[in-house]
C-alpha cells in the first residue's frame, strides 16, 4: 500500500516570504499528485494538480513540481490568505492524502 | 461551474446509521464520478470510496468495506453515503467531490462538509 508523507507538519513563514512544502510517495505515482489548500471551516480547495498544472482561478505564486515519489509545492511569496492547510493527494491509485502541512505566521 | 450541496449536520447513536446527501449543480453530472471523504477533528483527509452515476458502480475504500455504501440517483443529480454501526471514531465532516472521467483522479469540486457527531 502507498504511503503519502508530507513535511515539515507546520511550516512558520513571514509574509512576503517563499514556502517549499514536500510530499513523499512509498513508490512511484508518476506524475498523480494534486496539492489542496484548507482554511478553517471550509473545504479543501484543488490548486495543483498533474503535480505541476494550476487549477482554475489559482495564483501564479502557486506552483507545483516533482514525478516519481518527490513532489513539491512552492508559494512565491506568501499573502495573509495564504496561511492554511496544505494537503497532497495521489491519485495513481485509489485517492490516499498525505498528513498535511499547516503555513502559519512567523 | 459544478455546485455540490449537502444535507445538514446529523447526530446520531453508536450503533446506528447515517445517510447524507450530495445534489450537483452547474455541471455535466453523466461524466463525473463522486467521491466520499470525511475528516476527523484534527485529522488529516480519508477517502471512502465513490460511484460512477452512469454506470451505478461503486468502489469503497478497504477499510470501510461492509460498512459504507454509496449510490447516486440520476434523475435528481444527487450521490448518497450511507454509513452504518456509527462509532464515537466516526465523528467527522464529510464531503463529496467531484472528479472527471472513470480513473482515479484529482478532485476538482468539493461541497462543504456536512458534521456526523457520534455520541451517546
Known amino acids: 500500500e502507498i504511503v503519502m508523507t508530507q513535511s515539515p507538519a507546520t511550516l512558520s513563514v513571514s509574509p512576503g516570504e517563499r514556502a517549499t512544502l514536500s510530499c513523499r510517495a512509498s513508490?512511484?505515482?508518476?506524475?498523480?499528485l494534486a496539492w489542496y489548500q484548507q482554511k478553517p471551516g471550509q473545504a479543501p480547495r484543488l490548486l495543483i494538480y498533474?503535480?505541476?498544472t494550476r487549477a482554475t482561478g489559482v495564483p501564479a505564486r502557486f506552483s507545483g513540481s516533482g514525478s516519481g515519489t518527490e513532489f513539491t509545492l512552492t508559494i512565491s511569496s506568501l499573502q495573509s490568505e495564504d496561511f492554511a492547510l496544505y494537503h497532497c493527494?495521489?491519485?495513481?491509485?485509489?485517492?490516499?492524502f498525505g498528513g498535511g502541512t499547516k503555513v502559519e505566521i512567523k | 461551474q459544478v455546485q455540490l450541496a449537502q444535507s445538514g449536520a446529523e447526530v446520531k447513536k453508536p450503533g446506528s446509521s447515517v445517510k447524507v446527501s450530495c445534489k450537483a449543480s452547474?455541471?455535466?453530472?453523466?461524466?463525473?464520478?463522486f467521491s466520499w471523504l470525511r475528516q476527523a477533528p484534527g485529522q488529516g483527509l480519508q477517502w471512502m470510496g465513490r460511484?460512477?452515476?452512469?454506470?451505478?458502480?461503486?468502489n469503497y475504500a478497504q477499510k470501510l468495506q461492509g460498512r459504507v455504501t454509496i449510490t447516486a440517483d440520476k434523475s435528481t443529480s444527487t450521490a448518497y453515503m450511507e454509513l452504518r454501526s456509527l462509532r464515537s471514531e466516526d465523528t467527522a465532516f464529510y464531503y463529496c467531490?467531484?472528479?472527471?472521467?472513470?480513473?482515479?483522479?484529482?478532485?476538482?469540486?468539493w461541497g462543504r462538509g456536512t458534521l456526523v457527531t457520534v455520541s451517546s
Open positions: 460511484i460512477i452515476p452512469v454506470l451505478g458502480i461503486p
Open positions: 452547474g455541471g455535466t453530472y453523466s461524466s463525473n464520478s
Open positions: 513508490q512511484s505515482i508518476s506524475s498523480n
Open positions: 498533474d503535480a505541476s
Open positions: 467531490a467531484t472528479s472527471s472521467g472513470y480513473s482515479s483522479s484529482y478532485l476538482a469540486h
Open positions: 493527494q495521489q491519485y495513481s491509485h485509489w485517492p490516499l
